[in-house]
């Protein structure tokens, strides 16, 4: 059989693949697992939105290729209409957004867009792992920019040598974060906007959980700086929105050119989504919210951040997204720490190290628990953990 390309060689197996099997050996072993582990949505998708979805697709209009430039019209005035209301921000439906097969391909695309081999990213670290295996793929390196605890868990854009920022194409960033939970301020967004237009990059802003959010927080939009759009393209995905996962669509908005760069890629490789999935996303960004969901991981955040705080591991509660990240005790390191809770608690967790070097010493927990009706999950996962011998 012929080899595969000579940029596989560069890409590392995926994360979640890993998990999933470490997943299915364990409840082969008869293990009664309580899953932290990948943050899917366990809730079901909102019965209006399904609605939508049986009247659109009855409409024989949408049985057919999506023959629009850049997405399904009513989808892409929704997501203008939706911008508007939520962030303040005018995006022109015709040349500022474009429909997505959800925000991972959106995401994978920019980089096949923009990188050509030898290209620099600028990449985050811990970090979602497409931004960094897409600049791979498509021969690009990789500047890390190292996300602390003491900073926040932002990166320190003055810390990336002159050099470097002068031949990257891409700015990478997604706040609120996958993996740690960090939100970012609109004053490192002015920052990061101004670096990007010092040096002619790229801003990427990776949105997918800024409608997951708790207390009185409410994320913000790199788009709500003044001139953000010059530099900007932002992502944004209905699945952690509205429980949406499998539906998979989300949309870009932002630099005008930027949107058209992707869509001229995009349009050579797929074509585009089901018309009847556009139209009852459409109906649930300009009708619905998602708060009886907000409502059960808020309390399941409570539940699992209180416990782990009573039984002495310092826990910070995330304002946003759909995790808690957390160091690991002494002694341990993500890998061994996420095997002794397998094994001993029957917790599935996400070794940090999973998500990039700087994630060496941490563990993320999903607030998304298959089988948890009210929390009760989460405070099992409590009390095993608890018992274990640390």
């Not at 931004?131 to 500047?143: D, I, R």
């Not at 960033?173 to 101004?194: K, M, S």
């Not at 826990?315 to 957390?326: C, F, I, R, S």
């Not at 990039?356 to 999950?377: P, W």
């Amino acid at each position: 059989m012929i080899a595969p390309s000579q940029r596989f060689t560069k890409i590392p197996p995926y994360l979640f693949g890993e998990i999933a099997a470490a997943k299915r050996k364990a409840i082969a072993e008869g293990k009664d697992l309580i899953d932290l582990g990948i943050g899917d949505p366990d809730q079901p998708t909102p019965a209006p939105i399904i609605e939508a979805l049986t009247r659109a697709a009855h409409d024989p209009q949408t049985h057919r290729y999506d023959e629009t430039n850049a997405g399904w019209t009513p989808f892409l005035e929704a997501v203008s209409t939706w911008a508007k209301r939520r962030f303040g921000i005018s995006i022109d439906p015709l040349t500022e957004a474009m429909l997505l097969i959800g925000s991972k391909e959106g995401l994978s695309h920019l980089a096949w867009s923009y990188i050509d081999p030898g290209d620099i990213s600028l990449v985050p670290d811990p970090a979602y792992t497409v931004y960094k295996v897409n600049t791979l793929m498509a021969g690009g390196e990789c500047h890390i920019m190292p996300c602390l605890e003491e900073n926040g868990f932002l990166p320190d854009l003055t810390a990336i040598p002159t050099d470097v920022a002068k031949k990257a194409k891409l700015l990478w960033l997604n706040y609120p974060n996958n993996p740690t939970g960090a939100i970012a301020p609109i004053e490192f967004y002015r920052d990061a906007v101004a670096f990007a237009k010092e040096y002619n990059l790229l801003l990427v802003n990776d949105a997918a959980y800024a409608e997951v959010y708790y207390d009185d927080y409410r994320p913000v939009s790199v788009l709500e700086v003044e001139g953000a759009k010059d530099v900007s393209i932002e992502l944004h995905s209905l699945s952690k929105m509205f429980n949406m996962t499998g539906w998979r669509i989300g949309f870009a908005i932002g630099n005008a050119e930027a949107v058209g760069t992707l869509n001229r890629l995009k349009s050579n490789l797929d074509s585009k989504q089901f018309p009847a999935i556009s139209l009852a996303a459409a109906h649930a960004l300009l009708e619905l919210d998602n708060q009886p969901t907000l409502d059960l991981y808020k309390k399941r955040r409570d539940i699992l951040c209180d416990g782990l705080t009573a039984l002495g591991w310092n826990v910070t509660k995330p304002k946003a997204a759909l995790y808690v990240w957390t160091r690991v005790p002494e002694g341990y390191n993500a890998m061994s720490f996420a095997k002794k809770l397998l094994e001993e608690a029957g917790v599935l967790v996400i070794p940090g190290i999973g998500y990039g070097q700087y994630g060496e010493n941490y563990i993320r927990m999903s607030l998304t628990v298959m089988g948890d009706k009210n929390g009760e999950l989460l405070t099992e996962a409590v009390r095993r953990i608890g018992a274990m011998a640390l």
